[in-house]
């Protein structure tokens, strides 16, 4: 009897020990079938939520969490090979997308507003929010004058540095007391001089320009500084780190903005531009297109000519395009050279010229896209790398849409021939340019794409080493 029991004993452990290998074995099959299964790729013109198929490659889908389908962007910061800001709104939220990977990752700065709302970036990267109530209209005093400040709550800033994952809570803006005639503060950008200062130019009454320096809360205040009352301040500044511009005469002055407690620096005059009120207009307005330490405008210049201005804090350019600007010009920079849109002298068509900061330029032999016959809508954007140029084009009808891609490695003056990254009829299935973002030899395109069998629109990311030739996901 007991060799009966040590047998069955024996025999349970035995069975025992092969139900376990089998299990073993076959989850093992299971992993290895699991690793085999291919990535499902959409196909032309489709996407998932994770993948859109263009007709020059694949893009990646960004998380509907960092950045909501209907977004849009209104200013691109690109800081150097790596790190790039790109700020927008939704109706009542303001949007900052970052990355320090050039495009391959993402992360997003968002917060609720009830107004406008602006964003700026400093040198360091440091990221800073200004946001501000739906003002009421100016009010009239008792002989009903026009003019008189209504009584509304000051902006307030949110400060971040480049790697932070949130913004600090607002700090309202400690604002001089307000006269008529005052400068509405409505879309107002600060000089961002660090994670936790930036520097806010108010006009409490005419041709009275102070800067307000701000910070997070608790900071320490600090009494605002009036600049000289012959210079015209104008709101905007310019370069990283910030720069102050001001009108005096027919002469365009720079300084920079000085940090908290400290005096005004006397200003250098930026010579080559001719001052008049559409260029006054025109750099009181955000600058076309920021990369590295640069802010670039285009500046209207008597009398009939477009100059372009590039202000650093080390130094300024003033830059002679080699034909007129096009009307509503689009301006693109990177890697030291601008590309702006101009008219042919000889053609009358719409052209692309590529300058360097030392003002050499070159115009395209030939436009490098062909424009539709009938009347429609138009949008280029426009990029350069170190190894050549890109420029992407959106056309647009009642009835039909196109999205198309040329670059040049001649550095502009001959274009390849386009090439097609979308076009049909209808709205579903379009494909709509967000931003186009170069980072020194690296292209990034941002898309937006219906996400197919729904309903839904999403945001998507591809990426070129080659200056446009070769795109796919980043």
């Not at 130019?201 to 000289?228: D, N, S, Y």
């Not at 802010?295 to 000519?305: E, H, R, W, Y």
């Amino acid at each position: 009897m007991l060799d009966s029991g040590v047998s069955a004993a024996a025999r349970r452990r035995a069975v025992a020990t092969a139900l376990a290998a089998l299990t073993a074995l076959l989850a093992l099959g299971c992993r290895k079938k699991e690793k085999a299964e291919p990535i499902t790729v959409p196909p032309p013109g489709a996407a998932s939520q994770d993948e859109l198929t263009t007709a020059i490659g694949q893009a990646r889908g960004i998380a509907s969490a960092l950045a909501p389908s209907s977004t849009r962007w209104r200013r691109v910061f690109v800081l150097d090979d790596k790190r790039a800001v790109v700020t927008g709104e939704v109706e009542n939220e303001a949007i900052a997308l970052v990355t320090e990977t050039a495009g391959r990752t993402w992360r997003s700065l968002r917060r609720l507003r009830e107004g406008w709302s602006t964003w700026s970036v400093g040198a360091d990267g440091a990221i800073v929010l200004t946001a501000g109530p739906r003002g009421p209209a100016p009010a009239k005093d008792a002989h009903g004058a026009r003019g008189a400040p209504p009584a509304v709550d000051p902006p307030s800033l949110s400060f971040a540095p480049f790697e932070a994952s949130e913004l600090s809570a607002p700090s309202p803006l400690a604002l001089p007391e307000l006269g008529r005639g005052a400068r509405p503060l409505a879309n107002s950008i600060p000089a961002v001089l660090s994670a936790e200062s930036a520097a806010l130019l108010v006009e409490p009454r005419p041709r009275r320009a102070t800067l307000v320096h701000a910070g997070p809360p608790g900071a320490t205040p600090v009494p605002p500084l009036q600049l000289p009352a012959q210079e015209q301040a104008l709101p905007v500044p310019y370069g990283r780190p910030p720069a102050i511009l001001s009108v005096r005469g027919r002469n365009l002055l720079a300084r920079p903005v000085p940090e908290p407690g400290k005096p005004l620096d006397a200003p250098r005059i930026i010579e080559g531009l001719a001052m008049s009120p559409a260029a006054t207009a025109a750099l009181s307005a955000p600058p076309a297109c920021d990369f590295a330490g640069w802010s670039i405008q285009l500046v209207p210049q008597p009398p009939d000519k477009t100059a372009v201005l590039a202000v650093s804090a080390a130094q300024t350019a003033v830059l002679k395009l080699p034909a007129k600007a096009a009307p509503d010009a689009a301006i693109g920079c990177a890697a030291d050279r601008i590309m702006v849109e101009v008219i042919a002298p000889t053609t009358g068509e719409r052209t692309l010229a590529t300058c360097t900061l030392d003002g050499a330029c070159v115009l395209a032999e030939k436009p490098p896209f062909r424009p539709w016959l009938e009347p429609h809508e138009r949008f280029i954007a426009l990029a350069p790398t170190r190894q050549g140029v890109a420029a992407v084009l959106t056309s647009r009808t009642a009835t039909r849409w196109g999205l198309y891609i040329a670059q040049s490695p001649e550095a502009g003056k001959i274009y390849d021939v386009p090439r097609v990254i979308g076009e049909d009829s209808g709205e579903r299935g379009r494909i709509e340019l967000g931003a186009l973002l170069s980072f020194g030899n690296r292209l990034l395109m941002l898309l937006q794409a219906d996400v197919t069998g729904t309903s839904r629109r999403g945001w998507y990311v591809m990426a070129s080493e080659d200056s446009g030739l070769t795109w796919s996901p980043p």
